[in-house]
């Protein structure tokens, strides 16, 4: 994983969240690798850390539900301080990525 | 805010329920890996290899935990005495390092340790007199002028007349001292007939007013110090008084020392006393070697060897000029004064020159031992009050004419900012030093860890905390 997406991953989760609304650990593993087309060899442990801090943020909250296949799962979901902040941070993102893709558009001008 | 929360938040995981989140993580983490190993069964993967697949898509679980309980809370002290140990350990393989460490942490101590006691005593520390906050030294409010000859400030400076005005009329004061300062005087002790050290040299005296001494509240520590029956006409009282430091370092410890013979200048002036090793005269962070009274000033040579000294104690006022207006617009370099009917004119090496404003010779620093249950302002109020008929004009055209600063403050003042600046810039650099120690130490340290770390079996991102789950690498 690069270290762009690294330091994205909160994001990236935050976002996830959002689209299919509260989900469990797993899912909120598998979700990630599908959408990235399996581009992001994401060791899933490192996810249980990243949702910590989330929650320390006051952005998610969790508490304990069921999997689809009846087992005791912690269930994470969005919380409004979560969505504000998403939608923050997704303008700056796309500000950011925005600049950096008209550099990279630049044609060679020397001729 | 956001920084704040999560502060907040592993600030709670200090205080219980850690067992129970450790628990809980544990149970999710479990949940997770069967959830994954259930989806590779579904694939038909056998159900041995789907739980293999799970663990090695997981990554490593004892880490997660770890990673997981590092940002739960602080770990304050939970891995102190590890760090501790292992930095033992550390020093003791690498002695060179160590060796040079503590090497120069030591000389920084020094050094800073030096350095603050030094100005300490320079800026701060009362003089070692009785009761030294009583002390005050008088100033005039009106002028602040720096004297062209010796970079002092002038306003601590007053002429002998003026100082016999104030301490006549100042009833408030318990006394007012005088004293002035001679920076190179020459000195000479002849061996005598019980001692074979003598002394020849230039040394640091005081001129001093006979109250000095009682004033300041200093005692001898051999003979008598100086009294006012020492200085009541002039040029008949040739008494000295020496510091302990000279009598020990130049002549010896001589026993018999009172009633010996010192040369000042040529002149012959008995020994009367020693001074105790602390008290080293007013002037802070520097020596006086000898003291005599004011009444023997003709005696002393001037700033510059001038001789004889002026002598305002006859009453033959000398006129002082405190600048003298050259073609460059400053500098008092001048060889004399001719009076003209316009005024006085200096004599300048480019010519005759105009004269800035003349006053009355003045080198005299005046204290003053002010009672506890007077005020600083009443004490200020009657010296103006009765510095009217001080005929001089500095004097009387100011609304503030004299102000008393306790001694501790006043010598900021007065004497040489030179060396309360250099002071303080030895204090900021040993404050420098220190910082970069402080600075230094951690990045030779963490190069330690970093060696040690890249010795690591590979697998492993970081250095465990010394000792901490070696097994998980």
Same mark, same amino acid.
């Given at each position: 994983?690069?270290?762009?997406?690294?330091?994205?991953?909160?994001?990236?989760?935050?976002?996830?969240?959002?689209?299919?609304?509260?989900?469990?650990?797993?899912?909120?593993?598998?979700?990630?690798?599908?959408?990235?087309?399996?581009?992001?060899?994401?060791?899933?442990?490192?996810?249980?850390?990243?949702?910590?801090?989330?929650?320390?943020?006051?952005?998610?909250?969790?508490?304990?539900?069921?999997?689809?296949?009846?087992?005791?799962?912690?269930?994470?979901?969005?919380?409004?301080?979560?969505?504000?902040?998403?939608?923050?941070?997704?303008?700056?993102?796309?500000?950011?990525?925005?600049?950096?893709?008209?550099?990279?558009?630049?044609?060679?001008?020397?001729? | 805010?956001?920084?704040?929360?999560?502060?907040?938040?592993?600030?709670?995981?200090?205080?219980?329920?850690?067992?129970?989140?450790?628990?809980?993580?544990?149970?999710?983490?479990?949940?997770?890996?069967?959830?994954?190993?259930?989806?590779?069964?579904?694939?038909? !993967?056998? +159900?041995?290899?789907? *739980?293999? &697949? @799970?663990?090695? #898509?997981?990554?490593? %679980?004892? /880490?997660?935990?770890?990673?997981?309980?590092?940002?739960?809370?602080?770990?304050?002290?939970?891995?102190?005495?590890?760090?501790?140990?292992?930095?033992?350990?550390?020093?003791?393989?690498?002695?060179?390092?160590?060796?040079?460490?503590?090497?120069?942490?030591?000389?920084?101590?020094?050094?800073?340790?030096?350095?603050?006691?030094? !100005?300490? +005593?320079?800026?701060? *520390?009362? &003089? @070692?007199?009785? #009761?030294?906050?009583? %002390?005050? /030294?008088?100033?005039?409010?009106?002028?602040?002028?720096?004297?062209?000859?010796?970079?002092?400030?002038?306003?601590?400076?007053?002429?002998?007349?003026?100082?016999?005005?104030?301490?006549?009329?100042?009833?408030?004061?318990?006394?007012?001292?005088?004293?002035?300062?001679?920076?190179?005087?020459?000195?000479?002790?002849?061996?005598?007939?019980?001692?074979?050290?003598?002394?020849?040299?230039?040394?640091?005296?005081?001129?001093?007013?006979?109250?000095?001494?009682?004033?300041?509240?200093?005692?001898?520590?051999?003979?008598?110090?100086?009294?006012?029956?020492?200085?009541?006409?002039?040029?008949?009282?040739?008494?000295?008084?020496?510091?302990?430091?000279?009598?020990?370092?130049?002549?010896?410890?001589?026993?018999?020392?009172?009633?010996?013979?010192?040369?000042?200048?040529?002149?012959?002036?008995?020994?009367?006393?020693?001074?105790?090793?602390?008290?080293?005269?007013?002037?802070?962070?520097?020596?006086?070697?000898?003291?005599?009274?004011?009444?023997?000033?003709?005696?002393?040579?001037?700033?510059?060897?001038?001789?004889?000294?002026?002598?305002?104690?006859?009453?033959?006022?000398?006129?002082?000029?405190?600048?003298?207006?050259?073609?460059?617009?400053?500098?008092?370099?001048?060889?004399?004064?001719?009076?003209?009917?316009?005024?006085?004119?200096?004599?300048?090496?480019?010519?005759?020159?105009?004269?800035?404003?003349?006053?009355?010779?003045?080198?005299?620093?005046?204290?003053?031992?002010?009672?506890?249950?007077?005020?600083?302002?009443?004490?200020?109020?009657?010296?103006?009050?009765?510095?009217?008929?001080?005929?001089?004009?500095?004097?009387?055209?100011?609304?503030?004419?004299?102000?008393?600063?306790?001694?501790?403050?006043?010598?900021?003042?007065?004497?040489?900012?030179?060396?309360?600046?250099?002071?303080?810039?030895?204090?900021?650099?040993?404050?420098?030093?220190?910082?970069?120690?402080?600075?230094?130490?951690?990045?030779?340290?963490?190069?330690?860890?970093?060696?040690?770390?890249?010795?690591?079996?590979?697998?492993?991102?970081?250095?465990?905390?010394?000792?901490?789950?070696?097994?998980?690498?």
């Amino acid at each position: 994983m690069s270290d762009v997406l690294y330091g994205s991953l909160g994001l990236i989760i935050l976002k996830t969240l959002e689209a299919l609304g509260p989900l469990h650990g797993y899912r909120i593993a598998r979700r990630i690798e599908q959408i990235s087309g399996d581009h992001l060899a994401l060791n899933q442990g490192t996810l249980y850390p990243a949702l910590l801090k989330l929650e320390q943020a006051g952005w998610i909250r969790s508490s304990w539900g069921e999997s689809d296949s009846g087992r005791a799962v912690k269930i994470y979901a969005l919380t409004k301080a979560g969505r504000k902040h998403l939608a923050a941070e997704e303008a700056a993102w796309q500000h950011a990525t925005g600049i950096v893709a008209r550099f990279f558009k630049i044609q060679d001008e020397r001729s | 805010m956001t920084a704040l929360r999560i502060f907040l938040a592993r600030l709670r995981g200090l205080f219980g329920g850690d067992d129970r989140r450790e628990r809980e993580l544990r149970a999710e983490i479990d949940a997770h890996i069967a959830e994954a190993a259930e989806e590779f069964e579904r694939q038909g !993967v056998p +159900a041995n290899e789907g *739980r293999r &697949l @799970a663990f090695a #898509r997981f990554g490593g %679980v004892t /880490q997660t935990m770890e990673t997981h309980r590092d940002r739960r809370r602080f770990r304050p002290f939970g891995s102190f005495g590890q760090d501790l140990a292992y930095g033992a350990r550390m020093l003791a393989r690498n002695m060179g390092f160590t060796l040079v460490a503590v090497l120069t942490l030591a000389i920084g101590i020094l050094a800073n340790t030096t350095t603050i006691s030094a !100005v300490n +005593a320079v800026l701060f *520390r009362p &003089l @070692a007199i009785d #009761r030294p906050a009583q %002390v005050h /030294q008088i100033f005039t409010g009106g002028v602040r002028e720096v004297d062209g000859d010796t970079g002092e400030d002038a306003s601590a400076k007053f002429s002998y007349r003026v100082y016999k005005s104030l301490r006549e009329s100042a009833t408030m004061f318990d006394g007012l001292l005088a004293t002035w300062v001679l920076v190179s005087q020459a000195v000479n002790v002849a061996p005598s007939a019980t001692s074979r050290a003598s002394y020849a040299g230039r040394r640091r005296g005081e001129i001093v007013s006979g109250n000095y001494f009682s004033l300041l509240g200093v005692r001898a520590s051999q003979g008598r110090l100086l009294a006012d029956d020492d200085d009541r006409t002039p040029n008949a009282h040739p008494v000295v008084v020496l510091s302990e430091k000279f009598w020990k370092a130049q002549l010896d410890s001589d026993p018999n020392v009172v009633g010996r013979l010192v040369k000042i200048n040529g002149h012959p002036f008995n020994v009367i006393g020693i001074t105790p090793a602390s008290f080293t005269g007013t002037v802070f962070a520097a020596q006086t070697d000898f003291w005599v009274p004011l009444m023997m000033q003709g005696m002393m040579h001037g700033q510059y060897g001038q001789e004889p000294g002026p002598q305002w104690h006859t009453g033959a006022m000398r006129k002082y000029v405190m600048s003298c207006q050259s073609a460059n617009g400053g500098g008092s370099t001048f060889f004399g004064l001719r009076p003209t009917r316009e005024g006085p004119k200096c004599e300048t090496p480019l010519g005759e020159k105009n004269c800035g404003p003349v006053r009355e010779l003045a080198y005299l620093r005046i204290f003053g031992r002010l009672p506890g249950n007077i005020s600083r302002t009443a004490a200020e109020s009657q010296l103006n009050a009765s510095a009217g008929h001080l005929a001089e004009p500095m004097y009387a055209d100011s609304a503030r004419r004299f102000t008393l600063e306790p001694e501790v403050e006043s010598r900021h003042k007065d004497h040489s900012s030179q060396v309360r600046l250099i002071s303080l810039l030895a204090l900021g650099g040993s404050i420098l030093v220190w910082l970069v120690a402080c600075a230094t130490w951690p990045i030779c340290c963490s190069r330690v860890r970093v060696r040690v770390s890249a010795s690591w079996p590979s697998g492993c991102r970081s250095a465990p905390a010394a000792g901490a789950s070696h097994g998980n690498c």
